[in-house]
């Protein structure tokens, strides 16, 4: 199985983008990991909400072909433990998913099309953070769960 997380504007947090790099490089070693930065909509003050909200969508989907497992990574969504969600993980390579594609939106969240479009959505916490700073928090947790999945010294219960 290959995973990507598909996201909106680029890290300008040295920082982050640096524990980001960490941890892509540490999930080389269990899958094909892609990160892809979407570039930012142009004029995106003029725009209203709902019209950042599509073209955004637009550019998401125009990025996923219709094989793509799709995952929307949404205050909404579904929340697991990091055990949990290993084992969702697990059960998507069990089924066979060849391309699993996480996104994380723009400020305003998703279009209705890009909601339409998704298989499911996935809920990092209730509390609500940047966009820069889910990325690592994503990264970090995909990280995790494949330790979990190895039963590697990494998380601890």
Do not use: C, W
Not at 95 to 108: E, R
Not at 146 to 154: A, D, K, S
């Amino acid at each position: 199985m290959n995973i990507k997380l598909i996201a909106v504007g680029k890290t300008d947090n040295s920082a982050l983008q640096e524990l980001i790099t960490t941890y892509e490089k540490r999930l080389s070693y269990y899958i094909n990991f892609e990160l892809q930065l979407l570039p930012d909509i142009k004029n995106s003050k003029s725009l209203s909400e709902e019209q950042q909200k599509t073209k955004e969508g637009e550019l998401i989907l125009s990025n996923i072909a219709s094989s793509h497992h799709l995952i929307l990574l949404d205050e909404r969504g579904k929340e697991y433990t990091s055990v949990a969600f290993a084992d969702e993980l697990q059960k998507k390579m069990n089924v066979g998913i060849k391309q699993l594609t996480f996104v994380i939106g723009g400020p305003y969240g998703f279009s209705k099309e890009v909601y339409d479009r998704a298989n499911g959505k996935l809920s990092l916490s209730k509390l609500t953070f940047s966009h820069q700073m889910i990325r690592l928090f994503f990264v970090e947790q995909l990280y995790r769960a494949f330790t979990i999945l190895r039963n590697e010294p990494y998380h601890h219960q």
